[in-house]
């Protein structure tokens, strides 16, 4: 059976979205017209779109990475400006491809998250459903390479990136834990081996989270509810003194102050002094040149460091410290679409709270991404599209 009879022409409305003109222009309105669905996709009526610290480098053109060069976007396959950016993405179905059948187990009206790192479809990390470990460059991320969420309506290729959301879960919510919460769940599953081995080794394991932003608050959170906390104690570290109360708030059991300007060697000590003499695992929510040196710092023999921040420069690390102190450096960038259908089902059993929510209206997206980009966002901030 197919579910077209109870699809809206795609006539019926018009789109208003907001684009990227080109690097650093000011975010720009616009109308379009939807395009005929093709028969796989997958068209949502967008209700809430979080703003992530990615939109600010789209919008910027790309990522530092040290040595005073420079990622650009626009030197990556499909990434052209204009760009609709926008990847943190909840609403509700409005329209079905024609090859979309029941098994798909959407209909028109479900409220749904949508999963938005999608990748070629035919590499053999995406057959296996890794999608975000795509290995062609020529990705399909909603937001990046193809219309995302600061508009009223998205097209998402195929319903397996449409995850229907648990009955009476908050759709704010469900925005802010498909990019922040889906990479913070990711950064904590991927941390549990290297703890638990520490907690077998030592009676007990020490996480240090750095970067109380976002991410480093659901990280906190997360890893208090899915961990064994039994043998865990979890430490907070940044540089703004307001967000380690913050931290505190969400579950960690002490938290250290990383001034400014202070050394590898300062930062050691004072950790040390907080963490009691070791850390077993940083996951390092902000991804600069100090926090990684500092992080490496900090960490016990045969310690484990992942970083996840995207803010930019380049690492500076004594090479022979590395096998020296067999430390292990992960990158880790999002997660699975199953991972994000795990994490939906946890904050909805477990009533885990997301990072706290600074909810702008459609008309106020510009002056959204300016207090981004001056730091004056604690937690999230969400757009509530148009109605
Ligand atoms: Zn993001
Ligand atoms: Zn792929």
């Known amino acids: 059976m197919s579910n077209i009879s109870a699809t809206p022409s795609s006539e019926a409305y018009h789109i208003e979205q907001y684009v990227i003109p ?46 005073g060069q420079t990622y650009n976007f626009q030197d990556r396959p499909g990434h052209e400006y204009p760009i609709v950016p926008g990847h943190e993405i909840a609403g509700q179905v409005c329209e079905l491809g024609s090859a979309v059948t029941p098994e798909d187990g959407l209909a028109v009206g ?33 937001g990046f390479q193809r219309p995302g969420g600061f508009s009223t309506h998205t097209t998402v290729p195929d319903p397996r990136f449409v995850l229907k959301v648990p009955v009476g879960l908050d759709l704010r919510t469900v925005a802010v834990a498909t990019c922040s919460g889906l990479t913070a769940f ?16 030592r009676g007990r394991a020490r996480l240090l989270v750095v970067g109380c932003g976002g991410l ?30 913050t931290a505190r708030t969400c579950g960690a059991m002490a938290t250290v102050h990383w001034a400014q300007g202070l050394s590898t060697d300062e930062v050691k000590e004072r950790t040390l002094l907080v963490c009691g003499d ?27 460091l992942l970083v996840v921040g995207l803010y930019g420069g380049a690492l500076e690390h004594p090479l022979p410290l590395l096998p020296l ?5 992960i990158g880790l960038h999002a997660g699975s679409t199953a991972a994000l259908a795990e994490l939906l089902a946890l904050i909805h059993e477990n009533n885990i709270k997301s990072p706290p929510i600074q909810l702008f209206n459609w008309h ?14 604690h937690g999230r901030a969400v757009i509530e599209v148009l109605p």
């Open 364 to 377: 106020q997206l510009n002056s959204a991404v300016v207090k981004l980009s001056q730091a004056k966002i």
């Open 110 to 142: 479900d409220h749904v998250a949508v999963y938005p790192f999608i990748g070629c479809g035919e590499c053999p990390q995406c057959l296996h459903k890794r999608d975000n470990f795509c290995e062609k460059p020529l990705q399909r991320v909603l």
């Open 325 to 329: 102190r067999c430390h292990r450096i």
């Open 278 to 304: 070791r850390v077993d695992v940083v996951i390092d929510f902000v991804g600069s040149s100090q926090t990684t040196s500092h992080s490496l710092g900090v960490l016990q023999q045969g310690g484990t």
């Open 216 to 245: 480093g608050q659901w990280a906190i959170r997360l890893a208090t509810t899915i961990l064994p906390v039994a043998k865990l104690d979890v430490y907070a570290a940044d540089c703004r003194e307001e967000q380690l109360e």
């Open 186 to 201: 990711s950064a904590v599953q991927e941390s549990r081996s290297a703890l638990a081995l520490s907690s077998s080794v």
């Open 22 to 67: 080109a690097p650093n222009q000011t975010w720009e309105r616009r109308q379009a017209q939807p395009a005929p669905l093709d028969p796989r996709a997958v068209r949502i009526k967008v209700m809430y779109a979080g703003l992530c610290h990615s939109d600010l480098h789209l919008w910027q053109g790309g990522y530092d990475i040290g040595r």
